[in-house]
C-alpha cells in the first residue's frame, strides 16, 4: 500500500489554507451581507434581488385545507397533495416526485412546460380522487422571480445550470397555466411561491418562532420576514408599514462583482464554465449542485498538476466528466468511519473505475472535509447578516436540503460558525439550546399548502394586496 508522502501531505495543508475563511474575515463577509441586503430593499437596488412575495402573514398552525403543490426544483419535480386538518400544526401528505431529465433542463419553453404538466398529469392519474376534485394548485419555483402579484412571477434569470430558452423576462404563471390547459389537467393555479419562503411558511407552522427560511440543496438561498415600511422599493404601493411580508433574498447572487468572497481557482473555473459566468457568485461556493464538481477539480488537479502520486497509473477519464460527482460523495465520505474506509472505496471503484490507496483516501477524506467546512461557513454569514438587519438575538431558521438533511456535519458547522460571527457566549450546558437553531421544515411542499390556505382566506377578508384578478377555467 502507497504511503502518505510528505510532499502530498504538504500540497492538502496548502490545500486546507486555501479553503479556510477565518472568523474575522466570516464577520467582515456577514457586515458586507448586511449591507447588500439593503441595498437590494432600495429603491436603485444591488446585486441581491431581494424579492418581495406577497406572503403577508405568517401562519398560526389551524390552517384548514386541501392542496396540491408542485416544486419544480435543480433536480426533481415533485407533486404533493396536501391536506392541512385545522389541529394544531397537522398535516397528511401523498407525493410523487419525477427526476428533470438533462435535455428538458436546456429545452424550449414548450417542452419544459409540457415535462412539468405531465408529472402532474401522472399524479392525478395514480390518485384519481384528487383529479375529482379540482384542487387549487400552489406552484413552488425555484427560481428567482419578480412578483408584482402572489399569482405572477417574472423569471429573473435561470440558476443550478438550467437554461430553458424563452422563460427569462417571462411570466411563468400563465405559461404553465397554457400547458395545463393543453393536457385538460383540472386544477386551479392559484399562487407561486419560491421554495426558501415554503420553507420558511412550513417551519413557521410548526413553530411561531421561526423567522428566517433556507434552503442548503441543489441550489442555496433563503427568506425571511420583513416590514413593508423597511422596503423601500415598494414605498410606491403605500402599503401598511407594520404589514409583514416575505422577502426572497436570492443570496446565491451575493458578491457577484467579487469584492469579498475568498474564491479559490476552482470557484473560478466553475464560474468560468459555467452556462452563466459571473453569475450566482455565492451560490457557486456554497450549494450541493457544486459542491461535487469543487471536489472534483480538485482530486483531478492533484492528478493532473502535482508530482504527488494521485491515481497514478490509472485510467481518470470518468473523473474527467464535468458533474459526473455531486455533494452525496461529500456526505458518504464524512458518514464512513470504518477502518478501511470501505464505502469510500467502494464508490470510488463502482461509479469512477478508481482505486483509493492511503494517498487518495488521505487526499479525499481532508479535501471533502474543507469544501464543506468552507461552504457550511459562509452561509453562516447570510444567516448571521439576515439577524443582524432584523436585530434578532434569537430566533429560529426552517432549513431544508440534502446538505442539511444529509451531511453529519454541515448543521454542526453552520451553528458554530453562527456562534463565532455572532458572538454568543459559550453553551453552559450542552443540551442548552442555541440562541439561532436550524431546524429541519415540514418540506417547502408542506409551506406551499398553507401559503396557498394564507392567500385564499385573506382573499375572502377582503385583503387583495399583490393578487392578480383572473379568470381560469
Ligand atoms: C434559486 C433560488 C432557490 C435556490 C434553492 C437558487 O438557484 O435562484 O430561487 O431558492 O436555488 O433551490
Not at 414605498?235 to 407594520?242: E, I, S, T, V, Y
Not at 426572497?248 to 451575493?254: D, H, Q, R, T, Y
Given at each position: 500500500m502507497a504511503a502518505v508522502s510528505n510532499s502530498l501531505r504538504r500540497q492538502i495543508e496548502k490545500l486546507e489554507a486555501q479553503f479556510t475563511v477565518d472568523d474575522e474575515k466570516l464577520k467582515a463577509i456577514s457586515r458586507h451581507f448586511v449591507g447588500e441586503l439593503e441595498k437590494g430593499l432600495s429603491?436603485?437596488?444591488?446585486?441581491?434581488?431581494?424579492?418581495?412575495?406577497?406572503?403577508v402573514s405568517l401562519p398560526d398552525g389551524n390552517e384548514q385545507g386541501t392542496y396540491i403543490t408542485l416544486e419544480i426544483g435543480g433536480t426533481n419535480v415533485r407533486v404533493h397533495q396536501i391536506t392541512l386538518t385545522g389541529r394544531t400544526s397537522q398535516f397528511d401528505r401523498i407525493s410523487s416526485e419525477w427526476g428533470i431529465p438533462k435535455d428538458i433542463k436546456s429545452a424550449d419553453a414548450d417542452t419544459f412546460w409540457d415535462f412539468v404538466a405531465g408529472c402532474l398529469d401522472k399524479f392525478l392519474e395514480q390518485h384519481p380522487d384528487a383529479r375529482e376534485k379540482k384542487l387549487p394548485l400552489s406552484l413552488i419555483f425555484s427560481y428567482p422571480v419578480t412578483q408584482d402579484h402572489i399569482n405572477a412571477g417574472i423569471l429573473q434569470r435561470w440558476t443550478k445550470g438550467f437554461n430553458v430558452s424563452g422563460v427569462e423576462g417571462q411570466d411563468v404563471v400563465p405559461m404553465f397555466r397554457e400547458a395545463l390547459m393543453r393536457r385538460q389537467i383540472p386544477v386551479t393555479l392559484e399562487v407561486l411561491t419560491n421554495d426558501t419562503t415554503a420553507t420558511l411558511i412550513a417551519s413557521a407552522y410548526a413553530d411561531?418562532?421561526?423567522?428566517i427560511g433556507c434552503i442548503f440543496g441543489t441550489g442555496c438561498n433563503a427568506a425571511y420576514m420583513e416590514d413593508c415600511g423597511s422596503i423601500p422599493k415598494l414605498?410606491?404601493?403605500?402599503?401598511?408599514?407594520?404589514m409583514p411580508m416575505a422577502i426572497?433574498?436570492?443570496?446565491?447572487?451575493?458578491d457577484n462583482e467579487r469584492k469579498v468572497l475568498p474564491r479559490t481557482p476552482y470557484d473560478v473555473t466553475i464560474d468560468d464554465t459555467?452556462?452563466?459566468?459571473?453569475?450566482?457568485v455565492f451560490e457557486k461556493m456554497v450549494a450541493g449542485l457544486y459542491l461535487g464538481e469543487i471536489f472534483r477539480l480538485v482530486l483531478l488537479d492533484f492528478h493532473d498538476n502535482r508530482a504527488v502520486g494521485i491515481f497514478e497509473g490509472q485510467d481518470v477519464s470518468k473523473l474527467r466528466?464535468?458533474?459526473?460527482?455531486?455533494?452525496s460523495i461529500l456526505s458518504l465520505v464524512a458518514k464512513d468511519e470504518s477502518k478501511d474506509h470501505r464505502e469510500i472505496r467502494h464508490f470510488f471503484q463502482s461509479k469512477l473505475g478508481l482505486t483509493c490507496r492511503d494517498a487518495e483516501l488521505e487526499l479525499v477524506r481532508r479535501a471533502s472535509t474543507v469544501i464543506l467546512m468552507r461552504a457550511a461557513r459562509l452561509v453562516a454569514c447570510g444567516i448571521a447578516a439576515i439577524c443582524t438587519k432584523k436585530g434578532y438575538e434569537s430566533c429560529r431558521v426552517g432549513a431544508e436540503g440534502s446538505l442539511i438533511e444529509k451531511h453529519p456535519r454541515f448543521r454542526g458547522v453552520l451553528t458554530q460558525s453562527l456562534r463565532r460571527i455572532l458572538d454568543w457566549p459559550d453553551k453552559k450546558n450542552p443540551n442548552d439550546e442555541d440562541p439561532v437553531e436550524i431546524i429541519i421544515s415540514g418540506g417547502s411542499g408542506l409551506g406551499a399548502a398553507v401559503v396557498a390556505e394564507l392567500t385564499l382566506r385573506r382573499i375572502r377578508e377582503g385583503n387583495t394586496y399583490g393578487v392578480l384578478q383572473v379568470a381560469q377555467s
Open positions: 429603491k436603485e437596488g444591488g446585486s441581491l434581488p431581494m424579492n418581495p412575495t406577497w406572503i411561531p418562532r421561526t423567522r414605498a410606491h404601493l403605500r402599503l401598511p408599514p407594520d426572497n433574498c436570492e443570496w446565491g447572487a451575493f459555467s452556462p452563466r459566468p459571473g453569475q450566482q466528466e464535468p458533474y459526473s460527482l455531486d455533494s
